[in-house]
């Protein structure tokens, strides 16, 4: 039986995928370590999710997501052992396609909306928001490192994709969105 603890982190260093070992507090890390905890909350939107589009859209993002994490663990593509996989610009088309797909069966939005109305669409609110921060790390990382060509417009475009879901998801549960009442 293979052993899944290796104890070459317990110095507080890890391996980067083709490149040096760094502290686990480095940037990089934390960015894709961000992208990974957007993968696991997507896990558990999925579980909230019924059977249909948007679980096979999630199952995709999911696949997407784990793409753009090895692409965030790679400083040095070329000095990677293997071929990393890649995000690309018809990645980010296809997410595009899924907003507008959604949209269309959407009303039209009359007042900003508070995270909830479903189990399914506040998991998928809560998706939302772990995007934007792992967006923000990414941008964070861009100004010291290389990051992925397409990495920053995919998660840009997927948290707008995962608002739209929740809509979505909140509507074929019955319609109910929250909308924002501002307090004075």
């Known amino acids: 039986m293979a052993k899944i603890y290796t104890r070459r982190g317990d110095d507080g260093s890890t391996g980067l995928f083709g490149g040096p070992r760094v502290r686990k507090d480095d940037l990089r890390v934390s960015a894709y370590g961000d992208v990974d905890e957007l993968n696991s909350a997507l896990g558990m939107a999925r579980e909230e999710v019924p059977a249909g589009d948007l679980r096979d859209l999630i199952d995709s993002l999911q696949s997407e997501l784990f793409t753009l994490g090895a692409e965030l663990a790679t400083p040095d593509v070329d000095a990677a052992p293997k071929e990393v996989p890649r995000i690309t610009a018809d990645h ?72 739209v879901m929740a809509r979505a998801a909140n509507l074929r549960a019955g319609g109910r969105e929250i909308p924002w009442v501002p307090s004075r």
Not at 98 to 105: C, G, K
């Open 92 to 163: 980010v088309a296809r997410l595009e396609f899924e907003i507008d797909r959604l949209t269309e069966q959407l009303p039209p939005m009359k007042n900003f909306i508070l995270p909830g109305g479903s189990r399914a669409g506040a998991a998928l609110h809560l998706c939302r928001t772990v995007c934007r921060r792992a967006e923000r790390k990414v941008v964070e990382l861009a100004e010291s490192a290389r990051v992925p060509d397409q990495g920053l417009a995919y998660l840009n475009r997927l948290s707008d994709l995962l608002f």
